[in-house]
């Protein structure tokens, strides 16, 4: 029996279906709220500029030191590819998901910085998606390459935070 054909378009999709094509996206909604909402509710200022930066920086810090480890470890950052090792050192003995951590927060900041409020709603629909999208299909392959060492580090680390 032949092997089926994949077309090209589909290995494309799966290279552009990666989650900073989603943070920007998200991001680019929340510009677009901060643009378009009224008046009456901004609330920021001085003290909003200064925690959205504070919450990018850490969010920028918190997917620096992710990628570092995984790098130490010699496995990929690629949601799609397959891990080599399963990393539970530095960051990730505190959150299975650091790097998408670090996205929901920088995108946090973000809203905090261009003065958008409303826009703090598209942190949980952020969560909500990368957690479908990604997250749960990274765990069944974990799950199913690393066996005892994954549910043991499942028991241990929580998913987020």
Known sequence: MDKPKVCRHSKRMKWIDVPPIWLLLAAICAW????LQPDWLHVGGPVADFVGGLFVGAGLLLLLLAVVEMRKWRTTVIPHLEANHLVTTGVFARSRNPIYLGDAVILAGL????????ALLLVPLFVFTITYRFILPEEDRLRRKFRAEFASYCQKTRRWV
């Open 111 to 118: 809203c905090l910085r261009w003065d958008a409020p409303l």
């Open 32 to 35: 677009w709220i901060s643009v």
